[in-house]
């Protein structure tokens, strides 16, 4: 009896997480801005000394030219962040890629943690040798502040770097 009563716990378990994880997918892809940071992040630049700073900086003030806020940018921070495999709470990394971490013609990927509906830390990949070009820093940047993409031409958050430009608007 005890181990019908444990398995039918274990399936509710199961369901309880898949059904959460489905609205949580649904919500993420259906949401322009679905996560926001509650304090204003730290950037740090793990990629090594061949990401430009000067990339960084244009960025960043693209995106506190729109109201958003970065707590502030290292280019050469400690290397107890750099070395950690765990996401850092409260800071986006920026990391060179290996060369399995990402898939065909990406260029660059962002992985957030989020806790509720909050963000609290960010890993930026970049393939070797696509962290300087025009607009992928602001680009990525935008994930981890919390944006998705928009399939419009010129869009900033433009899923395909040749349809990316610089205008940023609210869909």
């Given at each position: 009896?005890?181990?019908?009563?444990?398995?039918?716990?274990?399936?509710?378990?199961?369901?309880?997480?898949?059904?959460?994880?489905?609205?949580?997918?649904?919500?993420?892809s259906s949401t322009f801005r679905?996560?926001?940071?509650?304090?204003?992040?730290?950037?740090?630049?793990?990629?090594?000394?061949?990401?430009?700073?000067?990339?960084?900086?244009?960025?960043?003030?693209?995106?506190?030219?729109?109201?958003?806020?970065?707590?502030?940018?290292?280019?050469?921070?400690?290397?107890?962040?750099?070395?950690?495999?765990?996401?850092?709470?409260?800071?986006?990394?920026?990391?060179?890629?290996?060369?399995?971490?990402?898939?065909?013609?990406?260029?660059?990927?962002?992985?957030?943690?989020?806790?509720?509906?909050?963000?609290?830390?960010?890993?930026?990949?970049?393939?070797?040798?696509?962290?300087?070009?025009?607009?992928?820093?602001?680009?990525?940047?935008?994930?981890?502040?919390?944006?998705?993409?928009?399939?419009?031409?010129?869009?900033?958050?433009?899923?395909?770097?040749?349809?990316?430009?610089?205008?940023?608007?609210?869909?």
């Open positions: 009896m005890n181990w019908r009563i444990g398995t039918i716990l274990l399936g509710c378990l199961v369901a309880g997480f898949a059904l959460g994880l489905g609205i949580k997918t649904v919500y993420e679905p996560y926001e940071w509650k304090n204003p992040p730290i950037i740090v630049n793990c990629y090594g000394d061949d990401f430009s700073e000067a990339q960084m900086v244009r960025a960043i003030s693209y995106w506190t030219i729109r109201g958003q806020e970065i707590g502030f940018y290292e280019h050469n921070p400690p290397q107890s962040i750099c070395e950690s495999d765990d996401m850092v709470h409260g800071f986006i990394v920026l990391k060179k890629a290996k060369w399995w971490q990402l898939d065909g013609p990406t260029l660059a990927n962002t992985k957030r943690m989020t806790s509720g509906f909050r963000l609290v830390s960010a890993i930026i990949t970049y393939r070797p040798g696509a962290q300087n070009l025009a607009l992928l820093n602001e680009h990525e940047l935008g994930h981890a502040l919390g944006f998705a993409h928009v399939e419009e031409k010129g869009h900033i958050m433009h899923p395909i770097y040749g349809m990316m430009g610089e205008k940023f608007w609210v869909p």
